[in-house]
């Protein structure tokens, strides 16, 4: 049902159909407010007009995985995604309510990758370098989650709290000797943490920010809790990528928005804030770290307008050029579904690898379910024994990948490719083949 669902609702109709039938047999209801239907679409920034550009059908939590026999009433909304004619921010046209996705039993762990885990002490290092070298400094984490950066910092010495509502990985952070708050940053917490710990010299966050569509209260609180010489740091899969690898998996419920220079620039003015610098890093399939100072503060770096020079150059804000994005991702699916239908018709062996919360997207969206492979593996204690959200496929421990090799491996976690491929040589060695569809559909 899931599966027929998700393939047919290409269309703003069948979409909001699906969307309303699902929202009556479980009783919950995502935000909408702002449909392609009713042409009154808002920008959640700036209230700017919004236009649709890419439809990814009825898409489920995408890091809620059922148990097997529990998948009734599994929630559903309508994953579609709209470009502001006003401050070019691209974002989500419908909101799931936050406790839908960041409760006691949040899966995604960040310490689940190496190259992850080297990322992030190499940023703390960074921080306590520069915007945290003073004496007393004070670093505030939105996102913390199992604690990958700041154990760092903590480490150090160097005064630092952690915010993140997701209470199980925050206890893995506090067994790190990380001091964290287990609550939503938005600007009561930030007064809250302002009155009883001081003003903060950075506050860092990374793939957080874009998961939070309330951003005026988060931006009323970062001018509460930073310092006058306090900057913001934050780090989130770059748009600018996204288009170029056709990563439409970078969109799923949590992931409510795509940043820009451009977007980013335009957000921090409107809150008193300027863009002063910018870092395009490797991780995640691309992102940029951008940071924000106060109005007056820090000139821009050089960095921002070459940035801003490359969007403009690219069109990046025009509507065209996400059309042909969109296009793309029709394009990935039809080539992906034919791929993976050929090497069932073979009778090939084919499951997947990394249960990540971005292939929610692709399997509910291209109609991929326990038919086209045969099981997910994943090194996350809390996802194995489970399903995959909407389409059901089970999810097994790593070791059940060598167990015997298949034939494909449909690799979700394309963004730690290096570190997959490298670990798993004998997988190919075997002759096992991998499939990636992003920047396009290829076996290697
Ligand atoms: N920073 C980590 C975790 C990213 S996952 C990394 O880059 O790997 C996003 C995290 O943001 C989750 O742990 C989630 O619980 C948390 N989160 C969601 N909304 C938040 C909010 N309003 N304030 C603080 N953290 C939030
Ligand atoms: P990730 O791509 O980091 O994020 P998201 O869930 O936000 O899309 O998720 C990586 C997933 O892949 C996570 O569930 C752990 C799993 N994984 C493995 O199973 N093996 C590995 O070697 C790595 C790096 C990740
Ligand atoms: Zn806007």
């Not at 808002?42 to 995408?62: M, V």
């Not at 921080?127 to 984490?141: K, R, S, Y």
């Not at 994005?325 to 009778?347: I, W």
């Not at 399903?387 to 494909?408: K, M, N, Q, W």
Request: charge should be negative.
């Amino acid at each position: 049902m899931t599966t027929t669902t998700a393939t047919t609702a290409t269309t703003a109709t069948t979409a909001t159909t699906a969307t309303t039938g699902t929202t009556a047999t479980t009783g919950t209801t995502a935000t909408t407010g702002t449909t392609a239907t009713t042409g009154t679409a808002r920008c959640r920034a700036c209230a700017g007009p919004l236009t649709e550009f890419l439809d990814l059908g009825a898409q489920p939590n995408s890091d809620a995985f059922p148990r097997p026999g529990e998948t009734e009433g599994e929630f559903f909304f309508r994953l579609a995604v709209g470009l502001c004619g006003e401050c070019t921010m691209v974002q989500l046209m419908e909101e799931v309510p936050r406790e839908r996705m960041f409760h006691e039993d949040y899966p995604y762990h960040s310490s689940g990758s190496t190259v992850m885990r080297g990322h992030f002490e190499d940023t703390a290092r960074q921080l306590l370098a520069g915007p945290a070298a003073g004496p007393d400094a004070f670093v505030v984490e939105l996102g913390c989650n199992d604690g990958v950066m700041l154990a760092t910092v903590a480490a150090a010495g160097v005064r630092h709290l952690g915010v993140d509502p997701s209470a199980g990985v925050a206890d893995r952070a506090r067994e790190k000797g990380v001091r964290v708050r287990t609550a939503f940053f938005e600007e009561s917490t930030a007064r809250e943490i302002a009155a009883a710990e001081g003003r903060a010299d950075v506050v860092y966050a990374a793939n957080t920010l874009c998961h939070i569509p309330y951003l005026e209260s988060v931006f009323r609180g970062l001018d509460a809790l930073l310092k006058p010489t306090g900057v913001f740091v934050f780090e989130d899969p770059y748009l600018g990528e996204i288009v170029e690898r056709t990563s439409f998996d970078q969109i799923y419920d949590e992931h409510y928005w795509f940043f820009t220079a451009r977007s980013v620039r335009n957000l921090a003015r409107r809150y008193g804030f300027e863009l002063v610098d910018v870092v395009r890093l490797p991780v995640h399939g691309g992102e940029v770290r951008y940071t924000l100072a106060r109005q007056g503060a820090q000139a821009p770096s050089a960095a921002v307008a070459a940035l801003l020079a490359e969007e403009e150059a690219a069109a990046l804000a025009e509507p065209a050029t996400l059309e042909r994005f969109a296009a793309g991702v029709r394009r990935t699916r039809e080539e992906l579904t034919e791929l993976l239908g050929r090497l069932r018709a073979e009778g090939r062996r084919v499951v997947a690898y990394g249960a990540t919360a971005k292939s929610a997207t692709v399997a509910n969206y291209c109609g991929i379910g326990p038919e086209l492979i045969e099981f997910v593996c994943d090194t996350t204690p809390a996802k194995q024994g489970r399903l995959t959200p909407g389409s059901h496929i089970p999810v097994r421990p790593a070791e059940a990948f060598a167990a015997p090799y298949p034939d494909y491996a449909l690799l979700f976690a394309w963004n730690h490719a290096e570190e997959i491929t490298a670990k798993e040589q004998e997988f190919r060695a075997a002759g096992g083949r991998w499939i990636l569809y992003t920047p396009e559909v290829r076996v290697l």
